[in-house]
């Protein structure tokens, strides 16, 4: 996606798509200031997607990130991350 927006930028720098809006879904894009990038797809009337994404990073930063056997580029695989997104989800 953020290529496809550095491409598509009339002047500056790109700073990437941050949101795609059609009749049938909403896609929301959150890339932290390491690179890392969060997507969520939802139905389009969902407002605050940006405020979720960003609590969800918390979350990853908090449960994932300080875990002492997590690699960068390996798959999650964290359990309280998953049921802590889970209850923000669901809130």
Excluded: W
Excluded at 8 to 31: K, N, S, Y
């Amino acid at each position: 996606m953020h290529a496809i927006a550095g491409r598509l930028t009339p002047a500056g720098a790109p700073t990437g798509i941050e949101t795609v809006e059609a009749d049938t879904f909403r896609l929301q894009c959150f890339q932290t200031p390491t690179g890392i990038k969060f997507i969520m797809l939802s139905e389009p009337m969902v407002s605050n997607l940006d405020s979720l994404l960003r609590q969800i990073y918390s979350l990853y930063s908090d449960y994932v990130l300080k875990n002492p056997f997590y690699e960068l580029d390996m798959p999650i695989q964290c359990e309280l991350f998953n049921v802590k997104v889970d209850a923000l989800i669901a809130s």
